[in-house]
């Protein structure tokens, strides 16, 4: 059974850094992918970053690209989303993300449809 768990939010300021760190387990990221997004109040979910952890390959949604990185440990086991230069719009719930397999066909993608296992998320606060 996969199990995804987030941690690493908080409030901060405009402008301070957080990591953001998802601890995943009964999971294969082989072939696959794993992502980060985040939900605003009143706001649909939207894709933040994406990595192939096999290929090392990323995207990353324009709105932070530049000021945020997202990584894997060398086990495989913990996805990390670096925060850097935060602003009050990123505001909002992060969810974990991972897909069951269609990324080795499809690529990677932002889209919620392609990813079958979800985080509880973590809250970040970023206050300007």
């Known amino acids: 059974q996969v199990h995804l768990a987030e941690s690493g939010g908080g409030s901060v300021r405009a402008g301070d850094s957080l990591r953001l760190s998802c601890a995943a387990s009964g999971y294969t990221s082989s072939g696959k992918c794993m992502a980060w997004f985040r939900q605003a109040p009143g706001q649909e979910r939207e894709g933040v970053a994406v990595i192939r952890p096999d290929h090392g390959h990323t995207y990353y949604a324009d709105s932070v690209k530049g000021r945020f990185t997202i990584s894997q440990d060398s086990a495989k086991t913990t996805l990390y989303l670096q925060m850097n230069g935060l602003k009050a719009e990123d505001t909002a719930m992060y969810y974990c993300?991972?897909?069951?397999?269609?990324?080795?066909?499809?690529?990677?993608?932002?889209?919620?449809?392609?990813?079958?296992?979800w985080g509880q998320g973590t809250q970040v606060t970023v206050s300007s």
């Open positions: 993300a991972a897909d069951g397999g269609i990324c080795a066909r499809v690529g990677l993608s932002l889209e919620t449809s392609q990813y079958d296992y």
